[in-house]
Protein backbone atom coordinates (compact mmCIF):
# COMPACT_ATOMS: atom_id res chain seq x y z
CA UNK A 1 0.00 0.00 0.00
CA UNK A 2 1.16 3.65 -0.78
CA UNK A 3 -0.20 6.46 0.90
CA UNK A 4 0.14 10.09 0.05
CA UNK A 5 0.01 13.10 2.25
CA UNK A 6 -3.06 14.19 3.67
CA UNK A 7 -4.10 17.96 4.17
CA UNK A 8 -6.36 19.93 6.05
CA UNK A 9 -9.44 20.70 4.56
CA UNK A 10 -10.46 23.78 5.76
CA UNK A 11 -14.18 22.92 6.84
CA UNK A 12 -14.80 21.73 3.01
CA UNK A 13 -16.73 18.61 2.38
CA UNK A 14 -14.82 15.61 1.71
CA UNK A 15 -15.22 13.06 -1.27
CA UNK A 16 -13.38 9.50 -1.68
CA UNK A 17 -12.93 8.38 -5.38
CA UNK A 18 -12.77 5.07 -6.01
CA UNK A 19 -10.82 3.77 -8.61
CA UNK A 20 -9.57 6.90 -10.72
CA UNK A 21 -7.62 4.48 -13.19
CA UNK A 22 -9.79 6.02 -16.12
CA UNK A 23 -8.38 9.45 -17.61
CA UNK A 24 -12.15 10.74 -16.84
CA UNK A 25 -11.77 10.11 -13.23
CA UNK A 26 -9.32 12.78 -12.87
CA UNK A 27 -11.07 15.49 -14.77
CA UNK A 28 -13.83 14.24 -12.73
CA UNK A 29 -11.48 15.20 -9.23
CA UNK A 30 -10.77 18.49 -10.63
CA UNK A 31 -14.07 19.48 -11.46
CA UNK A 32 -15.17 18.48 -7.76
CA UNK A 33 -12.00 20.37 -6.39
CA UNK A 34 -13.03 23.71 -8.18
CA UNK A 35 -16.29 23.12 -6.58
CA UNK A 36 -14.85 23.65 -2.88
CA UNK A 37 -14.52 19.76 -1.66
CA UNK A 38 -11.62 18.32 -0.93
CA UNK A 39 -11.10 15.16 -3.23
CA UNK A 40 -9.31 12.13 -2.15
CA UNK A 41 -8.81 8.42 -4.26
CA UNK A 42 -8.59 4.77 -3.19
CA UNK A 43 -7.11 3.61 -6.27
CA UNK A 44 -5.08 0.45 -7.98
CA UNK A 45 -2.61 3.53 -9.32
CA UNK A 46 -2.55 7.13 -10.05
CA UNK A 47 -2.51 8.08 -13.88
CA UNK A 48 -0.26 10.43 -13.26
CA UNK A 49 3.64 10.05 -12.85
CA UNK A 50 4.95 11.12 -9.45
CA UNK A 51 6.85 13.58 -10.72
CA UNK A 52 3.59 15.81 -11.66
CA UNK A 53 1.58 14.82 -8.53
CA UNK A 54 2.08 17.99 -6.93
CA UNK A 55 -1.04 19.72 -8.87
CA UNK A 56 -3.06 16.57 -8.75
CA UNK A 57 -6.63 17.49 -7.22
CA UNK A 58 -6.03 14.74 -4.55
CA UNK A 59 -5.84 15.79 -1.01
CA UNK A 60 -4.80 12.27 0.08
CA UNK A 61 -4.29 9.16 -1.63
CA UNK A 62 -4.21 5.29 -1.20
CA UNK A 63 -2.66 2.92 -3.84
CA UNK A 64 -4.25 -0.60 -4.01
CA UNK A 65 -5.52 -3.17 -5.65
CA UNK A 66 -9.50 -3.54 -5.00
CA UNK A 67 -8.90 -7.31 -4.35
CA UNK A 68 -12.15 -9.46 -3.23
CA UNK A 69 -13.75 -8.79 -0.11
CA UNK A 70 -13.71 -6.10 2.76
CA UNK A 71 -10.99 -3.95 2.60
CA UNK A 72 -8.87 -2.89 5.80
CA UNK A 73 -7.30 0.02 4.60
CA UNK A 74 -10.55 1.63 2.63
CA UNK A 75 -12.22 1.46 6.33
CA UNK A 76 -8.99 3.16 7.57
CA UNK A 77 -9.51 5.93 4.97
CA UNK A 78 -12.88 6.42 5.82
CA UNK A 79 -12.29 6.25 9.41
CA UNK A 80 -9.49 9.30 9.14
CA UNK A 81 -11.07 11.31 6.02
CA UNK A 82 -14.64 10.95 7.63
CA UNK A 83 -15.75 11.54 3.63
CA UNK A 84 -19.45 12.91 3.11
CA UNK A 85 -19.54 10.28 0.33
CA UNK A 86 -18.01 7.61 -1.31
CA UNK A 87 -17.81 7.99 -5.04
CA UNK A 88 -17.14 4.62 -7.36
CA UNK A 89 -15.81 5.92 -10.91
CA UNK A 90 -16.09 2.65 -12.50
CA UNK A 91 -18.67 -0.09 -12.44
CA UNK A 92 -16.07 -2.82 -10.95
CA UNK A 93 -15.68 -0.10 -8.04
CA UNK A 94 -19.68 0.12 -7.58
CA UNK A 95 -19.62 -3.72 -6.97
CA UNK A 96 -16.57 -3.90 -4.84
CA UNK A 97 -18.16 -0.90 -2.39
CA UNK A 98 -21.27 -3.56 -2.19
CA UNK A 99 -19.08 -6.05 -0.28
CA UNK A 100 -17.66 -3.53 1.97
CA UNK A 101 -18.79 -3.56 5.77
CA UNK A 102 -22.16 -1.71 5.85
CA UNK A 103 -20.83 2.08 7.53
CA UNK A 104 -18.53 1.91 4.53
CA UNK A 105 -21.23 1.18 1.72
CA UNK A 106 -23.87 3.30 3.30
CA UNK A 107 -21.74 5.96 2.08
CA UNK A 108 -21.87 5.15 -1.72
CA UNK A 109 -22.97 7.45 -4.53
CA UNK A 110 -25.18 5.87 -6.05
CA UNK A 111 -26.22 3.31 -2.98
CA UNK A 112 -28.89 1.24 -4.50
CA UNK A 113 -31.32 -1.07 -2.61
CA UNK A 114 -30.40 -4.82 -2.41
CA UNK A 115 -33.35 -5.78 -4.96
CA UNK A 116 -32.22 -2.96 -7.62
CA UNK A 117 -28.24 -4.31 -7.29
CA UNK A 118 -29.07 -7.76 -9.61
CA UNK A 119 -30.41 -5.14 -12.68
CA UNK A 120 -26.91 -3.10 -12.73
CA UNK A 121 -24.87 -5.89 -12.28
CA UNK A 122 -26.54 -7.68 -15.32
CA UNK A 123 -28.03 -5.30 -18.35
CA UNK A 124 -29.55 -8.16 -19.66
CA UNK A 125 -31.94 -8.07 -16.68
CA UNK A 126 -31.94 -4.54 -16.83
CA UNK A 127 -33.10 -3.74 -20.23
CA UNK A 128 -35.45 -6.55 -19.51
CA UNK A 129 -37.15 -4.75 -16.60
CA UNK A 130 -37.11 -1.66 -18.73
CA UNK A 131 -39.38 -3.59 -21.48
CA UNK A 132 -41.81 -4.28 -18.78
CA UNK A 133 -41.71 0.09 -17.34
CA UNK A 134 -42.52 0.98 -20.89
CA UNK A 135 -39.15 2.07 -21.98
CA UNK A 136 -37.70 0.55 -25.88
CA UNK A 137 -35.24 -1.80 -25.81
CA UNK A 138 -33.59 -4.23 -28.42
CA UNK A 139 -35.03 -7.59 -29.34
CA UNK A 140 -32.75 -9.72 -28.00
CA UNK A 141 -32.78 -12.82 -26.21
CA UNK A 142 -30.10 -15.13 -24.10
CA UNK A 143 -27.05 -17.03 -25.46
CA UNK A 144 -26.26 -19.97 -22.99
CA UNK A 145 -24.92 -22.25 -25.44
CA UNK A 146 -23.85 -22.78 -29.15
CA UNK A 147 -27.41 -23.98 -29.93
CA UNK A 148 -28.40 -20.65 -29.02
CA UNK A 149 -26.10 -18.50 -31.34
CA UNK A 150 -27.46 -20.84 -34.26
CA UNK A 151 -31.09 -19.87 -33.20
CA UNK A 152 -30.03 -16.30 -32.99
CA UNK A 153 -28.47 -15.96 -36.10
CA UNK A 154 -31.35 -17.81 -37.62
CA UNK A 155 -33.15 -14.90 -37.15
CA UNK A 156 -31.09 -12.62 -39.29
CA UNK A 157 -27.57 -10.86 -39.37
CA UNK A 158 -25.99 -8.60 -38.07
CA UNK A 159 -26.12 -9.11 -34.53
CA UNK A 160 -24.55 -7.17 -31.15
CA UNK A 161 -23.12 -10.28 -29.15
CA UNK A 162 -23.02 -8.31 -25.60
CA UNK A 163 -21.70 -9.44 -22.17
CA UNK A 164 -23.65 -8.81 -19.23
CA UNK A 165 -21.01 -6.21 -17.97
CA UNK A 166 -19.74 -4.05 -21.02
CA UNK A 167 -17.64 -0.45 -21.15
CA UNK A 168 -17.25 1.10 -24.67
CA UNK A 169 -16.23 -1.75 -27.21
CA UNK A 170 -15.03 -3.94 -24.54
CA UNK A 171 -17.50 -7.01 -23.94
CA UNK A 172 -19.13 -6.00 -27.06
CA UNK A 173 -18.56 -7.16 -30.96
CA UNK A 174 -20.54 -6.27 -33.72
CA UNK A 175 -20.71 -9.69 -35.68
CA UNK A 176 -21.71 -10.16 -39.45
CA UNK A 177 -21.00 -14.68 -39.75
CA UNK A 178 -22.70 -16.90 -37.87
CA UNK A 179 -18.95 -17.67 -37.04
CA UNK A 180 -18.27 -14.27 -35.54
CA UNK A 181 -21.61 -14.94 -33.27
CA UNK A 182 -20.70 -18.38 -31.74
CA UNK A 183 -16.41 -16.54 -31.29
CA UNK A 184 -17.90 -13.62 -29.30
CA UNK A 185 -20.33 -15.84 -27.14
CA UNK A 186 -17.68 -18.22 -26.34
CA UNK A 187 -15.33 -14.88 -25.55
CA UNK A 188 -17.97 -13.20 -23.31
CA UNK A 189 -19.04 -16.90 -21.03
CA UNK A 190 -15.12 -17.44 -20.33
CA UNK A 191 -15.07 -15.36 -18.32
CA UNK A 192 -18.84 -16.31 -16.20
CA UNK A 193 -20.67 -13.33 -18.05
CA UNK A 194 -23.65 -13.65 -18.93
CA UNK A 195 -23.92 -12.87 -22.77
CA UNK A 196 -27.10 -11.64 -25.19
CA UNK A 197 -27.31 -11.26 -28.42
CA UNK A 198 -29.34 -8.05 -29.67
CA UNK A 199 -30.68 -7.17 -33.09
CA UNK A 200 -28.09 -4.87 -34.61
CA UNK A 201 -30.22 -1.46 -35.37
CA UNK A 202 -28.64 1.02 -38.07
CA UNK A 203 -29.22 4.37 -36.65
CA UNK A 204 -27.54 7.21 -34.59
CA UNK A 205 -26.59 6.71 -31.22
CA UNK A 206 -27.47 8.85 -28.19
CA UNK A 207 -26.26 9.52 -24.37
CA UNK A 208 -27.78 10.67 -22.08
CA UNK A 209 -26.16 11.47 -18.62
CA UNK A 210 -27.36 13.61 -15.90
CA UNK A 211 -27.31 13.91 -11.86
CA UNK A 212 -30.47 11.88 -10.37
CA UNK A 213 -32.20 12.41 -7.31
CA UNK A 214 -34.07 9.69 -6.24
CA UNK A 215 -34.57 9.29 -10.15
CA UNK A 216 -35.60 12.29 -11.29
CA UNK A 217 -32.62 13.63 -13.67
CA UNK A 218 -32.19 16.97 -11.97
CA UNK A 219 -29.21 17.65 -14.13
CA UNK A 220 -29.38 16.28 -17.63
CA UNK A 221 -27.81 15.67 -20.99
CA UNK A 222 -28.38 14.42 -24.40
CA UNK A 223 -25.66 14.55 -26.92
CA UNK A 224 -25.68 12.31 -30.46
CA UNK A 225 -22.17 10.58 -30.56
CA UNK A 226 -20.96 12.18 -34.23
CA UNK A 227 -17.59 10.27 -34.42
CA UNK A 228 -17.03 7.18 -32.18
CA UNK A 229 -14.25 4.38 -32.85
CA UNK A 230 -14.03 1.31 -33.17
CA UNK A 231 -17.01 2.22 -35.63
CA UNK A 232 -20.37 1.47 -34.36
CA UNK A 233 -19.50 0.07 -31.03
CA UNK A 234 -16.94 2.13 -29.78
CA UNK A 235 -16.37 5.02 -27.31
CA UNK A 236 -17.71 8.22 -28.04
CA UNK A 237 -15.07 10.74 -29.66
CA UNK A 238 -17.26 13.74 -30.72
CA UNK A 239 -20.70 14.32 -29.36
CA UNK A 240 -23.12 16.76 -30.62
CA UNK A 241 -25.27 18.26 -27.64
CA UNK A 242 -29.00 17.01 -28.94
CA UNK A 243 -32.17 19.13 -29.58
CA UNK A 244 -35.96 18.68 -28.96
CA UNK A 245 -37.83 16.70 -28.75
CA UNK A 246 -35.38 13.93 -28.61
CA UNK A 247 -33.91 15.89 -24.97
CA UNK A 248 -37.69 15.36 -23.87
CA UNK A 249 -37.89 11.91 -25.20
CA UNK A 250 -34.82 10.49 -23.73
CA UNK A 251 -35.39 12.44 -20.11
CA UNK A 252 -38.90 11.12 -20.13
CA UNK A 253 -36.86 7.27 -20.95
CA UNK A 254 -34.00 8.32 -18.17
CA UNK A 255 -36.29 9.00 -15.31
CA UNK A 256 -38.47 6.13 -15.84
CA UNK A 257 -35.69 3.71 -15.00
CA UNK A 258 -33.93 5.63 -12.62
CA UNK A 259 -37.39 5.91 -10.76
CA UNK A 260 -37.85 2.09 -10.74
CA UNK A 261 -34.06 1.96 -9.64
CA UNK A 262 -34.89 4.47 -7.08
CA UNK A 263 -31.57 5.84 -8.22
CA UNK A 264 -29.35 8.91 -6.56
CA UNK A 265 -26.26 9.47 -8.32
CA UNK A 266 -24.39 10.26 -11.57
CA UNK A 267 -25.44 7.72 -14.42
CA UNK A 268 -25.15 7.52 -18.67
CA UNK A 269 -27.73 5.78 -20.92
CA UNK A 270 -27.15 4.47 -24.47
CA UNK A 271 -29.77 5.13 -26.82
CA UNK A 272 -30.12 4.16 -30.75
CA UNK A 273 -32.29 5.67 -32.73
CA UNK A 274 -34.10 2.79 -34.96
CA UNK A 275 -35.26 2.82 -38.55
CA UNK A 276 -38.72 3.99 -37.45
CA UNK A 277 -38.04 6.90 -35.43
CA UNK A 278 -38.29 4.67 -31.93
CA UNK A 279 -35.04 5.12 -29.00
CA UNK A 280 -33.95 2.13 -28.37
CA UNK A 281 -32.35 1.68 -24.56
CA UNK A 282 -29.21 -0.09 -25.02
CA UNK A 283 -27.01 -0.10 -22.16
CA UNK A 284 -26.65 1.73 -18.91
CA UNK A 285 -23.70 3.19 -16.88
CA UNK A 286 -23.96 3.82 -13.06
CA UNK A 287 -20.95 6.13 -12.99
CA UNK A 288 -19.32 9.12 -14.38
CA UNK A 289 -18.99 8.70 -18.14
CA UNK A 290 -16.28 8.95 -20.36
CA UNK A 291 -17.44 12.20 -22.42
CA UNK A 292 -19.17 14.24 -18.97
CA UNK A 293 -17.34 17.35 -20.26
CA UNK A 294 -19.25 18.31 -22.72
CA UNK A 295 -21.55 18.92 -20.11
CA UNK A 296 -20.15 21.93 -19.69
CA UNK A 297 -19.95 24.01 -22.89
CA UNK A 298 -23.38 22.89 -23.18
CA UNK A 299 -24.32 24.47 -19.77
CA UNK A 300 -25.29 21.65 -17.69
CA UNK A 301 -24.70 22.63 -13.77
CA UNK A 302 -23.72 18.30 -13.34
CA UNK A 303 -20.67 18.92 -11.22
CA UNK A 304 -21.65 21.79 -8.92
CA UNK A 305 -25.23 20.20 -8.86
CA UNK A 306 -23.54 17.35 -7.53
CA UNK A 307 -21.34 19.28 -5.22
CA UNK A 308 -24.53 21.42 -3.78
CA UNK A 309 -26.43 17.50 -3.36
CA UNK A 310 -23.11 16.63 -1.56
CA UNK A 311 -22.51 19.58 0.70
CA UNK A 312 -26.09 20.66 1.12
CA UNK A 313 -28.57 17.76 -0.03
CA UNK A 314 -29.88 19.84 -2.37
CA UNK A 315 -29.00 19.75 -6.46
CA UNK A 316 -30.93 22.39 -7.68
CA UNK A 317 -32.01 24.69 -9.73
CA UNK A 318 -31.96 22.18 -12.81
CA UNK A 319 -30.29 22.30 -15.55
CA UNK A 320 -30.91 20.91 -19.16
CA UNK A 321 -28.27 20.63 -22.17
CA UNK A 322 -28.54 23.28 -25.08
CA UNK A 323 -28.51 22.10 -28.47
CA UNK A 324 -26.09 21.83 -31.16
CA UNK A 325 -22.74 22.35 -29.31
CA UNK A 326 -19.99 19.67 -30.64
CA UNK A 327 -17.44 18.54 -28.51
CA UNK A 328 -14.36 16.81 -28.75
CA UNK A 329 -13.91 14.70 -26.05
CA UNK A 330 -10.51 14.79 -23.67
CA UNK A 331 -8.14 13.23 -23.87
CA UNK A 332 -9.72 10.20 -26.00
CA UNK A 333 -10.19 12.08 -29.17
CA UNK A 334 -6.74 13.42 -29.13
CA UNK A 335 -4.48 9.87 -28.02
CA UNK A 336 -6.37 6.74 -28.14
CA UNK A 337 -5.88 4.87 -31.54
CA UNK A 338 -8.24 5.29 -34.29
CA UNK A 339 -8.13 6.26 -37.80
CA UNK A 340 -7.56 9.99 -37.66
CA UNK A 341 -4.36 11.82 -38.82
CA UNK A 342 -2.12 13.38 -36.15
CA UNK A 343 -3.02 16.69 -37.58
CA UNK A 344 -6.50 15.84 -36.62
CA UNK A 345 -6.03 14.78 -33.77
CA UNK A 346 -4.18 17.78 -32.21
CA UNK A 347 -6.73 19.96 -33.73
CA UNK A 348 -9.11 18.32 -30.77
CA UNK A 349 -6.88 20.24 -27.74
CA UNK A 350 -8.77 22.99 -28.72
CA UNK A 351 -11.76 21.18 -26.51
CA UNK A 352 -9.31 20.36 -23.90
CA UNK A 353 -10.08 21.29 -20.46
CA UNK A 354 -7.68 24.05 -20.42
CA UNK A 355 -9.53 25.50 -17.30
CA UNK A 356 -6.98 22.69 -15.54
CA UNK A 357 -3.59 22.63 -17.64
CA UNK A 358 -2.18 20.10 -15.20
CA UNK A 359 -4.34 17.86 -16.48
CA UNK A 360 -3.98 18.45 -19.49
CA UNK A 361 0.19 18.09 -19.58
CA UNK A 362 -0.23 15.09 -17.23
CA UNK A 363 -1.90 13.44 -19.90
CA UNK A 364 0.40 14.24 -22.25
CA UNK A 365 3.48 12.89 -19.89
CA UNK A 366 1.39 9.96 -19.16
CA UNK A 367 0.69 9.09 -22.77
CA UNK A 368 4.34 10.21 -24.00
CA UNK A 369 5.33 7.79 -21.46
CA UNK A 370 2.78 4.93 -22.43
CA UNK A 371 4.09 4.85 -25.84
CA UNK A 372 7.80 5.30 -24.67
CA UNK A 373 7.44 1.93 -22.94
CA UNK A 374 5.27 0.04 -25.53
CA UNK A 375 8.03 0.77 -27.70
CA UNK A 376 11.11 -0.20 -25.47
Same mark, same amino acid.
Given at each position: MASGHSRSGGGKRDVILVDTTWGSADFFAYQLAKQGLNVHAFTPFLRRPRSLRMAYPYRSYVEEPLGSGPSESLAAMVEKVDPACIVPCTEDALYWLWDQPYHVGQRCLPNVT??????????????? +???????????????????????? *?????????????????????????????????????????? *??????????????????????????????????????????????????????????????????? +???????????????????? *?????????????????????????????????????????????????????? +?PSDMSLRRRLMGLRDAPWSNPSLIFGEMVYEFQRRTTKRA
Open positions: PAARPLLLDRALLLA +EAATWGVPTPTAMPLGNLDDCRAA *VANGLPLVVKASRSIGSTGVALCRTSEEVAGAFEKFSSSGMS *VSAQRFYLGPTYLAGALFVYGEAVHFYVGEKTVVWPPLTGYSFVIESAPEPHLSSLLRFAETVCKNL +EYTGLASFDFVLDEDGVFRF *VDFNPRIWGAADATIPAEVDLFGGLARWIRDGAAGPPSRSIPGISHRIFPKYTF +E
